[in-house]
């Protein structure tokens, strides 16, 4: 899951929020994350929606897609991932990828549902932008 060589770190941010559920022929799908992203002080620097898509208050963003998965070292959590950017634009417009890492929570809920029903689960995570370097 590591970033290809000459990756540069441009940004590190805690997502906390939820993963957003909904019932498919009475089985849970991720319909999106709904999360705050948070700096090193804790303060609200933007927010992780569907898409994926990663937005700071600034109003820049970078959408991915997903090229890796691992499991969470947590057997609560959602996957580890990393995402290639599909698009962007201002402070986040440079990113070439994104990793979600220390995931806590956020799993798929068990059992089967009902049509339409959804579920929120907590999550937390680190997200860690990267621009192409020299």
Excluded at 41 to 69: C, M, Y
Excluded at 94 to 122: E, K, L, W, Y
């Amino acid at each position: 899951m590591d970033v290809p060589p000459h990756s540069r770190l441009l940004l590190r941010a805690v997502g906390r929020g939820d993963q957003v559920y909904g019932c498919v022929n009475g089985r849970w799908a991720l319909k999106a994350p709904d999360a705050k992203l948070l700096n090193q002080e804790g303060s609200v620097i933007g927010r992780h929606f569907a898409g994926p898509t990663w937005q700071l208050n600034d109003g820049s963003w970078v959408k991915g897609r997903a090229v890796a998965k691992q499991v969470a070292p947590d057997a609560t959590a959602v996957p580890w991932l990393l995402l290639e950017s599909v698009g962007g634009t201002g402070r986040l417009g440079t990113v070439r990828f994104i990793q979600r890492t220390g995931t806590h929570g956020g799993n798929v809920p068990d059992g089967s549902c009902s049509q339409n029903a959804m579920r929120s689960v907590p999550y937390t995570a680190t997200y860690s932008f990267y621009e192409a370097g020299q």
